[in-house]
Nanobody, 120 residues
């Protein structure tokens, strides 16, 4: 059983920075992808950043140039460095991990979420 535990959220003023961490525990790692989604009040959950096969990274257009995703496979941890935060970055940030088991099958895991609030 895999558990993802996020940390690092909080309240920050616009222009500030936060670093989110997500540590995986349990067994059955070897994730093909790890990343972050977020959900603002009244909105759907959206992709923020994802690292695939420890090589490719993709970012939402709204965070490009401000957020950086990184992975430490030795620690089974993924990070999200968030700089120049804006009020529209406010939301609950969820860690995500995917382990493919076949051509069209995968296990997907989610963390419990961590709140990020950016004040004006």
């Amino acid at each position: 059983q895999v558990q993802l535990v996020e940390s690092g959220g909080g309240l920050v003023q616009a222009g500030g920075s936060l670093r989110l961490s997500c540590a995986a525990s349990g067994s059955g790692f070897n994730f093909n992808a790890m990343g972050w989604y977020r959900q603002a009040p009244g909105k759907q959950r959206e992709l923020v950043a994802v690292n695939t096969n420890d090589a490719d990274t993709n970012y939402a257009d709204s965070v490009k140039g401000r957020f950086t995703i990184s992975r430490d496979n030795a620690k089974n941890t993924v990070y999200l460095q968030m700089n120049n935060l804006k009020p529209e970055d406010t939301g609950v940030y969820f860690c995500y991990a995917r382990r493919e088991t076949g051509p069209a099958a995968a296990y997907v895991y989610w963390g419990q979420g961590t709140q990020v609030t950016v004040s004006v």
